[in-house]
Structure formats: C-alpha cells, structure tokens
C-alpha cells in the first residue's frame, strides 16, 4: 500500500529533473549481431579507485545503440551489486549514501535510455574477453590523467534518477543531502569578505600577503587560548547574529542597531569602530600605552588586524623577524579584541536585568508586571557590591552584575 509520502521527493541537488524517471519504449533490437559484448577488468574498488570502472562502463554503454543488447563482463563485483540489486533502495534515497554519484547517475540514465537488455555479470577467469583493449584503453586513460579525462556526466532529464523520498529520509540522510548542496556553493559572502580584509590588513604590517591557508592555520595556534580560537574562527565565518542578520527579520530590525551610538552593529563596529563605547576606546588606549613602552608606533587596529593578527610578522632593519614583538602584538591585539566582546556580554546582562527592574513597575504594567520578590531572588548572589545594597534593590539606581573586575569598573565608571 503506499503512503502520501511516497508522492514528496527531497532534492539535493541543484540542477535536478522535475521529470519522473523514465524507462525507454524504443523499438527493441534483438538481433545477435548487433550485440554489443565487453569485459571490465581491474581489481578496481567502487570508492576513488573505482572511478575508472565506472567511468567504463558509462562509455561502453554510450558507444552501443540504444535497441541493441549489450552484456558487460566486470571484475569488480560492487559495482554490479549496486547498479542492479541495491539500486532501486539507493534511488529512494536519493543516491546520497552512494559512493561516485554523478558517475552513477549517469550510468543509471544510460542504461534506462536503453529499451533492450543489459546483462551485467561478473568477470570469471573462465569469461572470454570481448573488446577487452578497448575498455582497459577507457580505465588506463582516467587512471593516468583523472583530472584531463573529462567525464561527461550530464543526464537527460527523462532519464534522470528521483530525488530522495521523503518517507524513506532520515534526519542524517537529509543533512548529508544539505552538505551536499553547500560543497557546491562558492565560500559564504561574510568568510570571502572577513579572509580579503584579513589579507589587506596583514600586508599593511607585515608587507607580505597570507594565503587562505595560513590565516586559517594561524587562528588554530595553540599559543592563543581556546576560547579566543573559537572566537576568531567564527568570525571569519561570520557565524556570529549581528546587524544585517536581523534587519530583514520582521520585529526584530531594532537587533541590527548598536544599542549605544544607533549605527548599524557589525562585529566590526563593537570592536574597532562605535565611537560611543567607551569600554572599547579604554582597552585600545590601554593596549596601545603598553606597547608604546618599547618605543613603538601602535598600528591602525583594523577587523582585519584582528583576524589575522598572528600572521602580523614585524621585522628589523635588516629584515630580520622580530618574534618576541610579533608574539606581543598578537596576545595584546587577541586579548583586548576578547574582553571588548566579553564587556559588551555583560552589558546586554546588565540592560536585562534593567528591563526586568521597570517590569517590576505595578501601576504601569498592571496585572503582567513582574513580581519584585521574583527578580530580587533570580538576581541574588551575582550583583556588583552586594552587601552594600539594600535588601530590595528594586529602585536603588546603578545596580550592575558583578563580573567586571573592580579596577576595570572603577576605571570606567
Ligand atoms: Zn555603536
């Protein structure tokens, strides 16, 4: 009996066929003569290794009319396992869970295009070799030159296989399918752009531009501490919800704007532009009064600077590596970079626990205001000077959390 679900189908890939697959009703040729007879030797296996098998079994099925017969003799057994018995399952699943795909698909369209038989069988010693130099020749030249010999794989879409059905799709199925689709996409628009100002700025200190390569290998050195890895490496994936993420989501545009200065929040505004920070131009003078101890100008700190600060190399005169003041740059421009965004946590802490104060507010919010004795005991414990205060807090004015430290909040207050 079948069920709803097997009408809805989940495609993975981009260019798929909104055609049901097709078998051909061409005029079949029965005629012994016109048969086409090939062996498919080669200890191949069906993963990398069995490209070439593939990719020879695809060609001889294109070299031979569509009405003929045509029997291949292979020596790989898998691949005629999952050309026949496995592939009415691997086809509900969309062939993702199969290996060479797009060589498989073809070779699947190549053979429902055909309207006469097709005999797969397994190559034994005892098996006459037909055509045998003709299909080594088609393995021989994919094996020596895999990147020149071009495969074409593009189906017809009549021929084409079905996407994955969706009563057979499980959870890790339908994300492979999604990785699938991403692998094709160009690198996301937020990581291009964080990797090219990553380059610029590092060529402004160092005079020489990184690869890709190295300014993702200098975010995984295990001299910056692990939190602040993971810090650097979701910005340069741009993974972080800020600004434009929010201003194309309906009632929640006000998310977009710095909360200080009402400019557009970018990771880059909280850390190296917002004017109205104040935290954020204390760290940077701070960092930059310590360096200028050894006598030194303090660069332009960049969102760049930043990414790829442990590739920002500074030499002498001599063009020698100063490794010592480059480690230094690195631990001042990472650290000051981590509390910049640690305070800014603690701020939006601090503007909740604000709201939740005025909701406490009865002749204004009526019936929905908060119950003072519910925001006394949720806050207890992790206020700034807390035995100072009195026992409800309520409408004491500059109640903070206590997680700054104190010289930090004397200084900033
Ligand atoms: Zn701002």
């Given at each position: 009996?079948?069920?709803?679900e097997?009408?809805?189908?989940?495609f993975?890939?981009?260019?798929?066929?909104?055609?049901?697959?097709?078998?051909?009703?061409?005029?079949?040729?029965e005629?012994?003569?016109?048969?086409?007879?090939?062996t498919i030797?080669?200890?191949?296996?069906?993963?990398n290794?069995?490209?070439?098998?593939?990719?020879?079994?695809?060609?001889?099925?294109?070299?031979?009319?569509?009405?003929?017969?045509?029997?291949?003799?292979?020596?790989?057994?898998?691949i005629i396992?999952?050309?026949?018995?496995?592939?009415?399952?691997?086809?509900?699943?969309?062939?993702?869970?199969?290996?060479?795909?797009?060589?498989?698909?073809?070779?699947?369209?190549?053979?429902?295009?055909?309207?006469?038989a097709?005999t797969?069988?397994?190559?034994?010693?005892?098996?006459?070799t037909?055509?045998?130099?003709?299909t080594?020749?088609?393995?021989?030249?994919?094996?020596?030159?895999?990147?020149?010999?071009?495969?074409?794989?593009?189906?017809k879409?009549?021929f084409?296989?079905?996407?994955?059905l969706?009563?057979r799709?499980?959870?890790?199925?339908?994300?492979?399918?999604?990785?699938?689709?991403?692998?094709?996409?160009?690198?996301?628009?937020?990581?291009?752009?964080?990797?090219?100002?990553?380059?610029?700025?590092v060529?402004?200190?160092?005079?020489?531009?990184?690869?890709?390569?190295?300014?993702?290998?200098?975010?995984?050195?295990?001299?910056?501490?692990?939190?602040?890895r993971?810090?650097?490496?979701?910005?340069?994936?741009?993974?972080?919800?800020l600004?434009?993420?929010?201003?194309?989501?309906?009632?929640?545009?006000?998310?977009?704007?710095?909360?200080?200065?009402?400019?557009?929040?970018?990771?880059?505004?909280?850390l190296?532009?917002?004017?109205?920070?104040?935290?954020?131009?204390?760290?940077w003078?701070?960092?930059?009064?310590?360096?200028?101890?050894?006598?030194?100008?303090?660069?332009?700190?960049r969102?760049?600077?930043?990414?790829?600060?442990?590739?920002?190399?500074?030499?002498?005169?001599?063009?020698k590596?100063?490794?010592?003041?480059?480690?230094?740059f690195?631990?001042?421009?990472?650290?000051?970079?981590?509390?910049?965004?640690?305070?800014?946590?603690?701020?939006?802490?601090?503007?909740?626990?604000?709201?939740?104060?005025?909701?406490?507010n009865?002749?204004r919010?009526?019936?929905k205001?908060?119950?003072?004795?519910?925001?006394?005991?949720?806050?207890?414990?992790?206020?700034?000077?807390?035995?100072?205060?009195?026992?409800?807090?309520?409408?004491?004015?500059?109640?903070?959390?206590?997680?700054?430290?104190?010289?930090?909040?004397?200084?900033?207050?």
């Amino acid at each position: 009996m079948s069920i709803i679900e097997d009408g809805f189908q989940v495609f993975t890939s981009l260019t798929h066929s909104i055609v049901p697959a097709h078998q051909s009703q061409a005029q079949a040729n029965e005629s012994d003569t016109e048969k086409t007879l090939a062996t498919i030797s080669g200890n191949y296996q069906i993963n990398n290794d069995g490209e070439p098998v593939a990719t020879a079994i695809l060609e001889t099925a294109r070299a031979t009319p569509k009405n003929a017969r045509m029997e291949l003799s292979i020596k790989a057994s898998k691949i005629i396992k999952l050309l026949t018995k496995d592939a009415p399952r691997l086809e509900q699943l969309g062939w993702i869970q199969a290996p060479n795909t797009k060589l498989i698909i073809a070779i699947m369209a190549e053979l429902r295009e055909r309207s006469t038989a097709t005999t797969l069988q397994v190559w034994g010693t005892n098996t006459p070799t037909h055509n045998m130099d003709e299909t080594e020749n088609l393995i021989s030249r994919s094996i020596e030159n895999p990147k020149t010999y071009n495969i074409h794989t593009k189906v017809k879409d009549k021929f084409n296989t079905s996407g994955l059905l969706m009563s057979r799709g499980t959870q890790s199925l339908f994300y492979k399918g999604i990785c699938r689709i991403n692998k094709g996409y160009h690198k996301r628009r937020l990581t291009r752009m964080a990797l090219a100002m990553t380059h610029h700025a590092v060529r402004e200190i160092s005079l020489e531009t990184p690869s890709e390569a190295q300014i993702w290998k200098s975010i995984r050195n295990k001299d910056i501490p692990k939190g602040i890895r993971g810090f650097l490496w979701k910005n340069l994936h741009g993974a972080y919800r800020l600004g434009e993420f929010w201003q194309n989501i309906p009632n929640y545009e006000h998310r977009g704007t710095c909360r200080l200065c009402g400019g557009i929040e970018s990771m880059e505004h909280i850390l190296v532009e917002c004017e109205d920070s104040p935290a954020r131009k204390l760290i940077w003078k701070l960092a930059e009064k310590l360096w200028c101890r050894r006598k030194d100008t303090w660069p332009n700190i960049r969102f760049g600077t930043i990414l790829g600060c442990n590739l920002a190399h500074f030499m002498d005169t001599k063009k020698k590596r100063l490794e010592g003041k480059s480690r230094l740059f690195s631990i001042l421009t990472y650290e000051s970079t981590h509390l910049i965004w640690k305070l800014r946590w603690i701020s939006t802490i601090n503007r909740r626990l604000k709201y939740d104060k005025l909701l406490t507010n009865a002749s204004r919010h009526g019936k929905k205001a908060l119950r003072e004795s519910l925001v006394l005991r949720t806050w207890s414990g992790v206020l700034l000077d807390e035995d100072d205060l009195p026992d409800n807090w309520i409408w004491t004015a500059g109640v903070l959390v206590g997680i700054l430290p104190q010289r930090f909040s004397e200084h900033n207050g």
